[in-house]
Structure formats: C-alpha cells, structure tokens
C-alpha cells in the first residue's frame, strides 16, 4: 500500500514538474529535463531493490517526449517538508514527505510549482 501510494505521488508529481526541473532542447526533439528525486534510503538500496531508481526509469520510458536525467538524493518522509521549506532552491523536485508536515510545506514562505494532495 505505501509503495503504491507512493509511486502515485511521485508519478503526479513528475508529470506537473517541468516548471521546476532544469530543461533544455535536445538534438532529437525530447526536452531535455533535470529532477533531483529524494525518498529514504532504503527505497534507493540494492537491497530492496533500488525501487526508486526503478519507478523512475518506468516513468521515463512512459515520457519519450522527455529525455530525464534522475539525480537522487536521501531524505526521510519525516524531515523532507523542513528541509524544503528552509530551502527550497537546493530541493528536490520530486519528494516524499509525511502527512503531519503538510502544514510546514503550506505554511513555508514559498511557492511550490505543484501540489498533489
């Protein structure tokens, strides 16, 4: 339930970046996009079978009309909303967070390009 959920966050939230990430034209036609991805440690480790890494390259394949360059980093689903809030221009693009911090990100002097709630 929880990996479903939230392969359907990060999906949402992927499909609504464009905005965020870092983009240019490629030679081809796909548009060329950077998305710094956070999720906990263990969804990235080989021993669970680096599911994020996974889920992100699945979404890729489904976006030909994107060439996505995945840039991964560790961040728990209960610190990801006060990191971002402190910081958000050194954030991920995509991100997990937990339910009771929803109230930091909306309170957070920031906009946020997304929401999927």
Known sequence: ?????????TAGLLAGLTGCAAAQEGGDGAE?????????????SKDSGEWLQTMCERFADEHPEWDITFVYGV???ASAAGQVSQDPEASADVFMFANDTLTTMTDAPWEPTTWLI
């Not at 060329?32 to 990235?44: E, F, G, T, Y």
């Open 1 to 9: 339930m929880k990996r479903g959920l939230a392969l359907l966050l």
């Open 32 to 44: 060329k996009i950077r998305l710094m991805v956070w999720s906990p440690s263990n969804d990235q």
């Open 75 to 77: 961040s728990d689903e």
